[in-house]
């Protein structure tokens, strides 16, 4: 009898040996969200000293399949302010937790990872509430705050100049030989209307397409019976839009090009509209109210 349960204790041990942990070499931060570091390179400083983080991370799940999410699948660059974050998940504390130069894995529930404030979007179809997903990080930067203000200003010179490249391009691909109008937006005519135009402060009744200058639609009235009705002048509409709409008649259509500082500024509206996006507006003035 002794032997046999000798035998079977030593069976057990041995199965529960061979059953590996699945937080094995992770360190708990919260209930939610465990932290792995691949490389520790350990500089001293910390993201908690720090005030902008720069790095590169990509997500998976648990047995280290990729989501079915472009975004999330191809990996996504990280640049994270930390001076001011009020953002106080698991995943968050266990950013503060590496150094630059570090590689780690944060293991964080698939619930609380989608609802982080920089995702806030639905969980995938394919993946459980309830399981893990693993994202990889590598930090590649840590910068004080003098650091972090030549960098922000090195960074909106680029996207800045960049800006100003694709919108001159653009309008020599499509040979638009117009000169700008207003505070700067191209209108073209493909349909001439008749009568007077619309004054700021009056309604107006428009069919319209917004498309951002590379060709993504944005917004679209036309799959509806009823046009759209604003104010002229009023923040319904870009500034550009507003400007373009004043010139134009009623029963015209125009194609109103305006560039970024006019529509969505340098902050765009993602995760819709990224920053410095030059928009194009096909709009057809239905009646002035």
Same mark, same amino acid.
């Given at each position: 009898?002794?032997?046999?349960?000798?035998?079977?204790?030593?069976?057990?041990?041995?199965?529960?040996?061979?059953?590996?942990?699945?937080?094995?070499?992770?360190?708990?931060?919260?209930?939610?969200?465990?932290?792995?570091?691949?490389?520790?390179?350990?500089?001293?400083?910390?993201?908690?000293?720090?005030?902008?983080?720069?790095?590169?991370?990509?997500?998976?799940?648990?047995?280290?399949?990729?989501?079915?999410?472009?975004?999330?699948?191809?990996?996504?660059?990280?640049?994270?302010?930390?001076?001011?974050?009020?953002?106080?998940?698991?995943?968050?504390?266990?950013?503060?937790?590496?150094?630059?130069?570090?590689?780690?894995?944060?293991?964080?529930?698939?619930? *609380?990872?989608?609802?982080?404030?920089?995702?806030?979007?639905? @969980?995938?179809? #394919?993946?459980? =509430?309830? /399981? &893990?997903?693993? %994202?990889?990080?590598?930090?590649?930067?840590?910068?004080?705050?003098?650091?972090?203000?030549?960098?922000?200003?090195?960074?909106?010179?680029?996207?800045?100049?960049?800006?100003?490249?694709?919108?001159?391009?653009?309008?020599?691909?499509?040979?638009?030989?117009?000169?700008?109008?207003?505070?700067?937006?191209?209108?073209?005519?493909?349909?001439?209307?008749?009568?007077?135009?619309?004054?700021?402060? *009056?309604?107006?009744?428009?069919?319209?397409?917004?498309?951002? @200058?590379?060709? #993504?639609?944005? =917004?679209? /009235? &036309?799959?509806? %019976?009823?046009?759209?009705?604003?104010?002229?002048?009023?923040?319904?509409?870009?500034?550009?839009?507003?400007?373009?709409?004043?010139?134009?008649?009623?029963?015209?259509?125009?194609?109103?090009?305006?560039?970024?500082?006019?529509?969505?500024?340098?902050?765009?509206?993602?995760?819709?509209?990224?920053?410095?996006?030059?928009?194009?507006?096909?709009?057809?003035?239905?009646?002035?109210?």
């Amino acid at each position: 009898m002794k032997i046999r349960l000798l035998i079977l204790l030593i069976l057990l041990t041995g199965y529960a040996s061979c059953r590996k942990d699945p937080m094995q070499g992770f360190t708990r931060v919260t209930d939610d969200t465990y932290l792995k570091f691949i490389h520790n390179i350990d500089t001293g400083v910390k993201g908690t000293d720090a005030y902008l983080l720069l790095g590169y991370a990509q997500a998976l799940n648990a047995s280290d399949s990729l989501l079915d999410n472009a975004f999330l699948r191809d990996g996504f660059y990280l640049q994270v302010p930390l001076h001011e974050q009020r953002d106080s998940s698991g995943f968050m504390k266990a950013l503060l937790m590496l150094s630059a130069g570090d590689s780690a894995i944060i293991r964080i529930k698939a619930i *609380s990872f989608f609802q982080l404030p920089a995702f806030n979007q639905p @969980i995938p179809e #394919n993946v459980d =509430t309830l /399981s &893990y997903i693993n %994202v990889y990080i590598r930090i590649d930067n840590l910068m004080n705050e003098e650091q972090t203000i030549v960098w922000n200003e090195e960074k909106e010179n680029q996207e800045r100049a960049y800006a100003y490249k694709q919108f001159q391009d653009y309008l020599r691909l499509n040979a638009i030989t117009e000169e700008p109008v207003g505070s700067g937006i191209y209108l073209i005519t493909e349909r001439e209307g008749k009568g007077k135009s619309p004054i700021y402060g *009056s309604k107006v009744a428009i069919h319209f397409m917004g498309i951002t @200058i590379t060709g #993504n639609e944005i =917004t679209n /009235s &036309y799959p509806g %019976v009823e046009p759209y009705v604003f104010e002229l002048g009023s923040n319904a509409v870009p500034q550009g839009m507003n400007e373009g709409i004043a010139r134009m008649k009623k029963g015209g259509k125009y194609r109103i090009i305006v560039p970024y500082y006019l529509a969505y500024g340098k902050d765009g509206m993602p995760p819709l509209i990224p920053p410095y996006t030059h928009m194009i507006y096909i709009v057809e003035l239905i009646d002035i109210l």
